[in-house]
């Protein structure tokens, strides 16, 4: 991929470039929707990553190419006019968001570079390419600008550019699993003060298979944004009987069926269901721990469940794949991932189940709704980093 990158990079810019770096896409095992309430989430970066070759230059320029899109993109750091295209919209926010956070012009003045990047993450599938993209330009900036930002803080500048160019108002599990990720571990992250530690997860004993429905819900934004803003009407209510609560995260699922009566219905499915997820994920670490992979599976099965009866955040063909791979003999547990209206359902089998498992989940996919779902084989792989190179 580098290599490709270099030589389009020439023949664009006339000369080699001087320093590349790699952003994966990640999965999510468990923990969805609850990275906005401050609660845990357990994602891994994946094999599949967005690469790009850079090099300053002295035009006062920033210059971009997407051998992906074949599409074009120039801005300086002056512009105050944010692009239509998408993936032009996510460069220029990071660096609008880098600007904001270093505040101090003639540092960020001096940003102006050359680059190429291309990736083999599908789009649209659920799969954090975009925050992979985020992560991509804002790791490769802070590296040559020698800007001195932690990791952690680069994940920030990733998740403003999507709050305030993207209007996605997602939580910090997308950039954090995409930038701190470890091959072969997946990453238990606390929310609420970040600390995370890794959990191994071996590959070898539980295959990760994704079943792409391709389907994209129009609403999926937005119900995103309005499922945050339920949470937080939920937490104003339940505040009121526990004063010193001020995410989800602090509430038990007992003190919320102590109040079951006090919350519409509607806010009752989406906290009970944020609170049990919550429990659910610290069971799952547990499970993984011990290599109990039937209870793992389970509680697989019940996130699902929840997703789609108390978040209400599925659609009929995730729905249609979690249930066939939860009724299929070796799959230990399946469902779906990420913001939800479609995208990828993720399941969890054993590994000489494989063939005969997407056989049967492709098929029935077929003949239910005339098209075959992608099926995507994962391994974990690692975060956002430089690629050392002689070039
Ligand atoms: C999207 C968001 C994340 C997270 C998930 C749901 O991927 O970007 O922050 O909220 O949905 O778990």
Redesign the pocket.
């Known amino acids: 991929m580098i290599d490709k990158l270099n030589i389009i990079f020439k023949e664009r810019f006339s000369c080699n470039p001087e320093d590349s770096y790699s952003s994966p896409g990640r999965i999510?095992i468990i923990?969805?929707?609850?990275?906005?309430n401050l609660g845990f989430?357990l994602p891994a970066a994946i094999d599949r990553y967005v690469s790009g070759s850079f090099r300053k230059n002295n035009v006062g320029l920033i210059r971009v190419f997407s051998a992906d899109f074949n599409e074009y993109y120039e801005f300086s750091i002056s512009d105050r006019e944010a692009p239509e295209m998408l993936w032009c919209k996510f460069v220029y926010g990071v660096v609008q968001e880098i600007v904001k956070k270093i505040a101090d012009p003639q540092i960020t003045n001096n940003i102006a570079f050359d680059c190429v990047f291309a990736g083999d993450i599908p789009l649209g599938a659920?799969l954090?390419s975009s925050?992979a993209l985020e992560n991509l330009f804002s790791f490769a900036i802070n590296d040559i600008y020698s800007l001195s930002l932690t990791k952690e803080e680069l994940t920030f500048i990733g998740q403003a550019a999507?709050h305030n160019y993207i209007g996605?108002n997602?939580?910090?599990?997308?950039q954090f699993a995409s930038m701190m990720g470890r091959e072969g571990s997946a990453i238990k992250l606390d929310c609420k003060s970040l600390d995370f530690c890794y959990l191994p997860f071996d590959n070898d004993k539980v295959k990760i298979v994704l079943f792409d429905t391709k389907i994209k819900h129009s609403l999926a934004s937005s119900e995103?944004n309005i499922r945050r803003a339920e949470c937080e009407k939920g937490v104003g209510i339940l505040k009121e009987f526990f004063p010193a609560i001020s995410s989800l995260r602090d509430i038990s699922i007992d003190q919320i069926e102590q109040h079951k009566e006090s919350l519409p219905d509607i806010l009752y499915r989406r906290c009970s269901y944020v609170a049990e997820e919550n429990t659910r994920l610290q069971m799952v670490c547990n499970a993984l721990e011990n290599s109990d992979f039937k209870t793992f599976g389970k509680l697989i099965c019940e996130s699902h469940k929840g997703l789609k009866y108390k978040y209400q955040v599925s659609c009929e063909e995730l729905d249609f794949l979690a249930e066939a791979a939860e009724n299929f003999d070796g799959c230990y547990g399946a469902r779906m991932m990420?913001?939800g209206f479609g995208g990828c359902a993720i399941c969890f089998i054993k590994p000489d189940a494989e063939e005969a498992f997407i056989k049967e989940l492709s098929d029935g996919f077929y003949n239910k709704y005339g098209t075959l779902p992608d099926c995507i084989d994962v391994s974990i792989g690692k975060g956002t980093h430089k690629i050392s190179q002689q070039l």
């Open positions: 999510n923990g969805e929707h609850t990275d906005y989430v659920g954090s925050a999507e996605v997602c939580g910090i599990m997308d995103y990420g913001g």
